[in-house]
């Protein structure tokens, strides 16, 4: 599903460059979960955005589905990722001014789904994920963890080929964190592709394969 | 997807409540200001179009030549209409001659009412295409006969059919009314008037002088003319040139006379002439108000786009995740146009409801009958394209900018939207503020203008003074009779009559002659008929000389000079010198200090004061000044009535129109005045907004900086500093703007006040005051904030 090759990642500070990425190779095969580790500042995020396409390398190739991402128009890669990706982020990042059903939903309109359709799938996901009761409450209202089930809920909803986190569980207790990963796991038995940065060892072996990064290289595979 | 851009937009609004408040007021007012400038504009340009043949109509002008200084007028020899019937009859559809508009006296029975009105030929009911609702147009063929405003029909006759009744004119003709017509539109030149009477009637009554020794020598009517359907304005206008050339005596064509056609088209706006060209008139106020309009509409779109600019830093969040979670860039385009356009629909119901609330104090102010045009297509397409406009232009920075927000970057938070967008926000505060100085500085100036004319000494005494036209035969011959009762009342301390009001000079002789005259100099002066009691009664003063008196009997052949006469003359010494009036010998007996009668912007014209008991048919009266005026006038118009019992006891007080002179400038002045409290207020809302951003993004900062020590006044200079130096840079351009476009207003009069460097310096402290006033406010809240609350928001 995924192919890197050779990447760099770099950033110029003065005359030096700062190599954040240096030779980035790696394959991921459709329904995989891979974990990545390592120190603060290894370069983790930085792969992760790289691998959302929200970022891009200075050097190096990136096949998503066969498709050279960096080759084609913003446009596509906009579609590409709408289509396959969904990403969760280690502060939620839910729209503050839209309630926990809205902010749910929110990608769905951006899919163009009808409004029928939207309100099935959305009533769905509360009901799996234990949030019915919370639908209306603004996510100033909620704890952590529960903002990061709508977080997750928002980017599974429109059912992605490949979900990206990053330190999901950063801000939780080790209990909530428990949650996510569990209901990672299922996800992945059902066929999602996940990738997830984590700092716990513990939350780390909830994947098949771990990588580990030290100074921006892959240590070992 | 609509439904939710709106559904967002509507909570955007409701959760940034002061940001909503803001920019809804402040666009607005904003639009409001632009709407009523709009309907202004369009009253103005539409001013006489209700005329069915505006295209066709013109009245007949002339230049003639004085002393090598061309003048323009409308009045005409009374033949005019007649020579061109005879000799361009293929031309004109319509030709007639008139009088001037103006207050007669109407009298049927015991009902008397002043009303204004004039005398025509009878076609000028197919000319002004009356809308007859009692008569045909052909009404006015029969010589004693009246047509009627359908107001003046009811004021007289009320519900009765006033077809046919006999009415009395100035107590004089007797005319049958014979039809009455619709009245005509208030935004037309002939919105006064309210009766019409046959020309023949005018014409044959009055003895003039004129009529039998040279008619074309005095110009003292007016021609209206309708061209022929097929003919070109332009192209007639050129071809009449001659017409009064051909027929005037050698003498007379010494100043020539060039006939044109000024036409309808141009009566309103352009109605100005320099040098005998037409050179515009109001048309420059629809410019001034048009421009004044569109930038306080500006700086109301300037506060948009700053305010948004400002959030953006807070909104960038937000666009970081809506990529995240697969919005493409247009629909987030999309969302920020349907929020700032949603604000301008808001903002477009409020400024409708504004302008219909403010409307009757906008057409006091201006003199108008404006009104919404609730049914008017064109005023709602205009309306609403306007605010989309408006929207779309306010919203386009932060669509714009916002949307190509890279997630990434907002998202780890080292992406920081408000250092990035301060440029475009300064500039955008200069240029507002720009411009409202160099409002405040124009409006100043205006009223600085205005100022100065109102204290030019006027050469006489105005308080107390009142004029009252005698427009009835009744008072002939009885003027020492009616003096006499007059002071015998009490209530008068000096009564006089002269040939006008001493607000104007009626009437230029072309015809002077005096001793050592210069022969290539043409004299041509004004000439004011008085009676021996005017000069006490208006208290003018002598520079040379003495007034006329009972004392003298050779006074009747004495003529007083103002000082331009004399000037003009070239008179060393003035008094005993010779003047001849059309051939007539007269003895300068004084010169009186030049006397404010026409245009207080303009130097004295030269005049002429003679005696003369028949000609000088307007009162003047100096009230007693030890009695109350209400009181001093029940005793003077009991002692009219006992003159003339048929006519209303019509007067007025000569201050207020004296006052009148100053209408146009002061109605400007109040006008820019009011555009420039609204632009400074949409400036400050803005600024007020802009400084609690800044307040808000630079609370952890203020808080830091609180703990290590700073005070309350550091933490409020930190803050207002960058709004000081910005209004410096608006006072640095804006100066020499307003100097440049002021100088150049000021040019038109003659008589005009210098711009003094301290207007520019209280504009710009006015303008820094409002700024640090607004500033402050958020500066201070900022600054005595709990420091360890305002650290820990982070
Ligand atoms: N915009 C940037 N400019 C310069 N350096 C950056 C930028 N973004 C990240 N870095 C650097 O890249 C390195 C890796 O960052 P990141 O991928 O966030 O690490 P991790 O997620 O493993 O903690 C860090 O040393 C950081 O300083
Ligand atoms: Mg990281």
Redesign the pocket.
Known sequence: MIQLKNIF?W?N?GANR?F??RDISLDIKEGEFVSIM????????????LLGMMDEPNEGEYLFLDQSVLKIKEKQRSELYKKHIGFVFQAYHLIDELTVYENIETPLLYHGISSSERKSMVADILDRFNIVGKKDLFPNQLSGGQQQLVGIARAIITNPKLILA??PTGNLNSKQGEEIMELFKTLNAEGVTIIQ?THSEKNAEYGSRIIN?LD?RIEKV | MFNNFLKIALRNLKRNKVYSFINIIGLAVGMAVAMLIGLWIYDELSFNKSFQNYDRLAIVMQNQTFNGKVGSQTAVPYLMADEIRKTYGSDFKYVSMSSWNGKHVLSFGEKKIAQSGNYFEPQITEMLSLKMLKGTRKALKETHSIILSESVAKALFDKADPMDKLLKIDNNFTVKVSGVYEDLPFNSDFQDLNFIAPWDLYINDNNWPEKTTDPWRSNAFQAFAQIADHADMDKVSVKIKDVKLKRVSKVNAAFKPEVFLHPMKKWHLYSEFKDGKNVGGRIQFVWLFGIIGSFVLLLACINFMNLATARSEKRAKEVGIRKAIGSMRSQLIGQFFSESVLVSVFALLLSLVLVQLTLPYFNQLSNKQISILWTSPLFWTSGISFSLFTGLIAGSYPALYLSSFQPV?VL?G?FQAGRFASAPRKVLVVLQFTVSITLIIGTIIVFQQIQFAKNRPSGYDRSGLINILMNTPDFKGHYNALRNDLLKTGAVAEMSQSSGPTTGISAINNGYEWDGKDPSIQGNLGTVAITHDFGKSIGWTFAAGRDFSRNFSTDSSGIILNEAAAKFMGFKDPIGKTVKADGKPYKVIGVIKDMVMESPYQPVFRTVYMLDYEWANFINLKINPKMSSSQALAKIESVFKKYNPSAPFDYWFVDDEYARKFGDEERIGKLAGVFTVLAIFISCLGLFGLASFVAEQRTKEIGIRKILGASIFNVWRLLSKDFVSLIIISLLISAPAAYLFMNNWLQKYEYRTEISWWIFLVSGMGAMAITLLTVSFQAIKAAVANPVKSIRTE
């Open positions: 990642r950033y500070s700062n954040v990425l390592g120190p603060s500042g290894s370069g983790k995020s930085t792969l992760l955005h990053d330190e940065v990064l921006g | 970057k780890k080292t």
